[in-house]
């Protein structure tokens, strides 16, 4: 049972804020939710993390509602270079990666 | 800079060799490392865990005696394919902690 759910793919548009929402029903009270972005054939980058409620950080923000079975990755005005796959994950220390979204971004 | 340098970037070598891979942590220890494959347009998948000073960690239907994996110190872990064959070539990465990636190595076996 994958632990995260996530689409597939996203199209955007220069300039656009993207929002990308990750499903995970059956979070643990430990568990934290990280974002990574990743290039082709490059390593992934690590984004944000959080547990519950909102952070942000230089590059996004990261929305947790309160019964944490959801979570969303907001990446406020977009451009080319952010195109690439963001993956969530759900877990305290468990460093399994679910499927990703494939974010494409149009001039 | 690379706070996880992983090496070689790429490598070639011919069906039966062996090929190792070098994931070192710079200006950290790591005590945990972890290793994933990654296919064309598909996801990262966990390999195998690395504890220093002692026995990886592997998933579920990934051999270990194909796949060696020595943590030696707290600032290296290294993989090694033994006999590799055309079907081990694929994209491989190691993470310290959760926050830090290796560049990623390319395999190709020919």
């Known amino acids: 049972l994958a632990k995260t759910t996530q689409p597939i793919s996203m199209d955007s548009y220069e300039g656009q804020e993207v929002n990308i929402t990750c499903s995970h029903n059956n979070i643990a009270t430990n568990d934290y939710i990280t974002w990574y972005q990743q290039f082709p054939s490059q390593g992934p980058r690590f984004i944000i993390q959080?547990?519950?409620t909102k952070v942000t950080n230089e590059v996004a923000s990261l929305f947790i509602p309160a019964d944490r079975k959801s979570s969303t990755l907001s990446l406020p005005r977009v451009s080319l270079s952010d195109t690439a796959v963001y993956y969530c994950?759900?877990?305290?220390?468990?460093?399994?990666f679910g499927a990703g979204t494939r974010l494409t971004v149009k001039p | 800079g690379a706070v996880v340098s992983q090496h070689p970037s790429w490598v070639i070598c011919k069906s039966g060799t062996s090929v190792k891979i070098e994931c070192r942590s710079l200006d950290f220890q790591a005590t945990t490392m972890f290793w994933y494959r990654q296919f064309p347009k598909q996801s990262l998948m966990l390999m195998a865990t690395s504890n220093e000073g002692s026995k990886a960690t592997y998933e579920q239907g990934v051999e270990k005696d194909k796949f060696l994996i020595n943590h030696a110190s707290l600032t290296l872990s290294t993989l090694t394919v033994t006999s590799a064959h055309p079907e081990d070539s694929s994209f491989y990465i190691c993470?310290?902690?959760?926050?830090?990636f290796g560049q990623g190595t390319r395999l190709t076996v020919v």
């Open positions: 993470s310290a902690t959760e926050a830090f």
């Open positions: 959080g547990y519950k």
């Open positions: 994950l759900v877990g305290d220390g468990d460093m399994r």
